[in-house]
């Protein structure tokens, strides 16, 4: 399969210590992706669907008790506890090695031991990176397939270089008490024990491309952020390309594969990633943005042809759930969906009926889609120099607080809006729901190093060049007295971004507010929407008494980091308090 000595060695090395009955190099071809899937379905890993229904695709039931991100048990193992930071589980390095080799010992035993060549991004991108993960988990396997460029091709981009990121992973026994996810950003390395979950387990995605891509992209001048790449094309056929970072489960999915609403007639919207972009500066000044993921492994509840019709039809053939029920004719089927089925089998293996207590499908059960499947997505996905970016956007769950959209005064002051982001706990992490916390860039489970170097990188990057994106905020959440969502959202959330790309090209006007510009009124066109100019006074309104309240929990954030929070984010918090307290005064 391969030259490489280097990664030759390190296979050697591994089978040494876990013991496998046989080792499988991955080629990443059709034929190979079938025969582990026969295997599964034998053994009753995998379940077949309805392949007249759902061509090609396939369910798995995960553990009850490993069903989501372990945020608590996932660690930064810095050389340095203050490189990784409050924002992370700090691990000494020398000794979680000296743990995990332990439980890795004979751990495959009578089990294969998968060697996964993968690279994230196109494999024509000198912007890509490769990465190999060994697993003794074929349902990782396949899954790594859908969701990198897997194989052989991966190989032949590695050749006989040592750049590359080393993945250990084994499900071992399952056992909460066993399970950590440890990354080890000097040397990029990962080490993933006990789990067999998406978030835990397919290491090229959360762990490689956000948590060891962001310290190597401080390393080496680029950035590696959690943010969905969405094309707006006009009906001139002029496309302008934007950047998103919302929390899990925050409409994220929605908005990259948005569908603009019937009275945007010749308006395209496309999809270039909806969860993670590389992005580096090129030769023209500006940012150019690559998704390093080839599929989408996106939540299930709420997915519908109401909320993500693009992704519905993303996930028709060739895709494999995870956690969602399974009706008596053999159809996945999750909250959202549709009609309840009058029976069915929910995610742990009980039978559901609507009467049922508990919910059919877990909230946080999954699909594994082919990007290519998808009916928007971008003629620009496998671009080897990606795709420029016009604007940056954050964005939350809120009920209150952040109005719909509002546009940061310059790049610093950009970076403290999305510093300062806040949102919902969801279901994609274990722990309450509910619970607001404040989730920078949607980093905060994902950042591979102390939040004050990683907002100190943010500053270095605008800095780089006059043409780096303009920033704004959004707030499709924002509720009423009642509770009721006021801005209807999905396909309605085009009308937003009409207004933020006319800021950019500089066609549009905008109220200064202490907290950034928001829409002039009549600037965001309402035509069709449902929605009112005095409803959107609403969505709009800045209340200077929340944001005081708001001020706390923002200085509250910035002392955890103490002489690593950069002068110029206290700079901005400064400059905040000192504009509310002016609207106050009035």
């Known amino acids: 399969m391969t030259t490489n000595q280097t990664l030759k060695s390190w296979v050697d090395e591994v089978a040494t210590l876990t013991k496998p009955e046989k080792i499988h190099w991955c080629d990443g071809s059709q034929a190979e992706y079938d025969k582990l899937i026969s295997e599964m379905v034998a053994d009753g890993t995998m379940q077949e669907l309805d392949q007249q229904k759902w061509p090609g695709c396939y369910y798995h039931r995960s553990a009850s008790n490993d069903v989501a991100r372990v945020e608590h048990l996932t660690f930064i193992c810095s050389e340095k506890e203050e490189d990784a930071g409050p924002n992370n589980n700090w691990g000494n390095p020398s000794e979680w090695k000296q743990k995990l080799t332990g439980l890795f010992d004979g751990c495959m035993a009578g089990r294969t031991m998968y060697v996964v060549p993968y690279c994230m991004g196109p494999l024509s991108s000198p912007y890509s990176k490769v990465g190999i993960e060994i697993t003794d988990s074929p349902y990782v396997t396949v899954n790594m397939r859908v969701m990198t460029r897997m194989g052989e091709g991966a190989l032949n981009k590695l050749g006989d270089s040592t750049d590359f990121v080393r993945g250990l992973h084994s499900i071992g026994q399952l056992d909460p008490d066993n399970r950590y996810i440890c990354h080890f950003p000097e040397t990029r390395e990962i080490m993933s024990f006990g789990s067999g979950y998406g978030g835990n387990a397919l290491l090229g995605k959360k762990c490689h491309a956000l948590r060891i891509a962001s310290a190597q992209a401080r390393d080496e001048g680029w950035m590696a952020e959690h943010m969905l790449i969405l094309g707006l094309e006009s009906p001139q056929g002029e496309t302008k390309y934007v950047c998103a970072a919302f929390p899990s489960a925050c409409g994220k999915t929605n908005l990259a594969m948005l569908e603009p609403p019937a009275e945007y007639k010749g308006w395209k919207a496309w999809c270039v990633g909806d969860d993670i972009a590389w992005l580096r500066y090129a ?128 790049w610093n002051h950009g970076v403290y809006v999305g510093a300062m982001a806040a949102s919902e706990t969801t279901a994609a992490a274990t722990g309450a729901v509910g619970v607001v916390r404040r989730d920078p860039m949607a980093m905060k489970p994902f950042c591979g190093y102390n939040y004050g170097d990683y907002f100190a990188h943010w500053l270095k990057m605008g800095a780089k060049s006059e043409k780096a994106p303009k920033i704004f905020h959004v707030n499709w959440f924002r509720q009423d007295d009642n509770g009721d969502f006021v801005w209807p959202g999905f396909g309605q959330n085009m009308r937003v971004l009409e207004w933020v790309l006319k800021r950019c090209a500089g066609d549009a006007e905008a109220v200064q507010t202490p907290i950034g510009f928001v829409p002039a009124e009549g600037d965001v066109n309402l035509d069709g929407s449902g929605v009112d100019e005095g409803t959107m006074k609403d969505l709009l309104d800045v209340d200077p008494e929340e944001w005081q309240s708001e001020l706390a929990g923002q200085k509250e954030f910035l002392e955890q980091f103490g002489d690593k929070m950069p002068k110029e984010m206290w700079d901005q918090y400064h400059a905040l308090a000192e504009r509310l307290s002016a609207v106050g005064a009035r």
């Not at 009926?353 to 059919?360: D, I, V």
């Not at 889609?369 to 769950?397: H, K, T």
Request: with cysteine; proline share 11%.
């Open 283 to 410: 030769d023209d000044g500006r940012l150019w943005a690559i998704n390093p993921e080839s599929g989408f492994f996106g939540v299930a509840p709420g997915t519908s042809e109401k909320s993500n019709p693009s992704a519905l039809a993303s996930l028709r053939k060739n895709s494999i759930f995870t956690n969602t029920a399974i009706t008596d004719d053999g159809q996945p089927w999750w909250e959202g969906l549709g009609e309840p089925p009058a029976k069915a089998t929910d995610w742990k293996g009980n039978p559901w009926t609507p009467a049922s207590e508990g919910k059919a499908a877990h909230p946080n059960s999954r699909f594994t889609a082919p990007a290519e499947q998808c009916p928007v997505i971008s003629p620009e996905f496998d671009a080897a120099d990606g795709v420029p970016i016009d604007a940056f956007i954050f964005g939350g769950r809120r009920a209150r607080v952040a109005p719909l959209v509002f546009q940061a005064f310059d």
